[in-house]
């Protein structure tokens, strides 16, 4: 029997989700406002209801090409290991938990359902609501994509901060705003400005350097630190997953969690091969969802790497009408160009 409160959250499609958390974002604490809207294009409400309702969901997720481990069920107490707010996951997940047992307000907005089951994990943790309004939204979905129960049995282990993660919220936010210092002779333009794009990945984290008006990807490519494909099989070079650096596979897509205006603007190219992927890019000039493979640094960046990638735009949303463009000779150009815009439904 599901319970009222399962019943309830599952009432809503994804337009509702990305709307509630759209109207949150500006109470969230901005170390993890682009964060947790992050997190809700890491694991779409859509994709997951097309895999739930498909006849043969394995052919399903051959055909969308997914690599990695897209499923939240294997990721209860960890998907959120990039965001400030995973520190109070345990209280977080008991608040839940113990607001599913007593819920009974059906018709009660769903932005507001969230705003006050972590305005009492907040008063609980003692800390403000804005630091745990992020990741209660993230728990929320969480119920939805796992079941009350596999929510519940879950042990709500959390990972201990380090790094800069073991600084205050607003210290973070600051330390992500910063570029590395140029030199005394920084000013020139003749001189190669060097910069750093600070990473997060399922399991470790560090930085790597970026030149000037250099794509991401490709800046990766040149961190030969360690071992990238032992530890994740969709990286061939660097920690960034890539395949084509042409914008043609979507592997190499990424969240932004800080430095976002210090990124080339999305060009068309980047703009439709997004959307038939599905990966729901905001219409932003610079948002904080990318392709590593087409944007460009002009400062110091933060990101963070999803657990897999895959192309199910085209399917699961309804694209339509696509028509190509003729390709360039140029290697990261030949790529097709959507023309037209997700058509406006979502699951």
């Known amino acids: 029997m599901t319970n009222t409160f399962e019943a309830y959250l599952n009432k809503f499609n994804e337009r509702d989700w990305l709307a509630a958390v759209t109207t949150l974002a ?15 294009r890491f694991f779409p409400l859509g994709l997951f ?110 990972e201990k901060p380090k790094g800069l993660m073991t600084k205050s919220p607003d210290h973070i936010v600051s330390e992500r705003a910063k570029d590395d210092s140029q030199g005394l002779l920084g000013f020139l ?44 099989e969709r990286c061939w070079e660097g920690v960034v997953p890539v395949e084509c650096r042409s914008a043609a596979c979507g592997t190499c897509w990424v969240g932004v969690l800080g430095g976002q205006d210090k990124l080339s603007e999305v060009e068309r190219l980047e703009r439709g091969a997004v959307k038939i992927f599905g990966y729901r890019q905001p219409e932003d000039e610079k948002p904080f969802l990318r392709l590593a493979c087409q944007a460009k640094a002009y400062g110091n960046v933060s990101i963070v790497i999803p657990p897999w990638n895959g192309t199910f ?31 406006n439904q979502l699951m």
Request: no cysteine; proline share 2%.
């Open 26 to 40: 500006p109470e969230i604490h901005k170390v993890d406002r682009a964060g947790t809207q992050i997190w809700f």
């Open 49 to 158: 209801r097309y895999l739930q309702s498909a006849e043969d969901k394995e052919k399903a997720v051959q055909a969308f090409v997914i690599k990695g481990d897209y499923e939240l069920k294997n990721q209860i107490d960890t998907s959120h290991h990039f965001l400030y707010g995973h520190r109070y996951w345990k209280t977080v997940k008991a608040a839940i938990e113990a607001e599913s047992a007593v819920f009974e307000n059906g018709n009660i907005d769903l932005a507001e359902e969230i705003r006050q089951v972590a305005a009492l994990a907040a008063e609980k943790l003692k800390v403000d609501t804005s630091l745990v309004l992020g990741i209660t939204a993230v728990g929320f979905m969480t119920v939805v994509q796992t079941g009350l129960d596999n929510f519940k049995n879950a042990a709500g282990e959390v």
């Open 189 to 232: 333009k003749t001189i190669d400005k060097k910069f750093t794009v600070n990473y997060t990945t399922p399991g470790f984290e560090g930085k790597f350097g970026i030149i000037y008006d250099e794509e991401i990807a490709s800046a990766s490519a040149k961190d030969q630190s360690r071992d990238w494909k032992a530890a994740d």
């Open 313 to 343: 735009g085209r399917e699961v949303y309804g694209l339509e009408h696509i028509e190509l463009e003729p390709a360039t000779t140029s290697a990261k150009q030949t790529r097709t160009i959507v023309k037209d815009a997700v058509k």
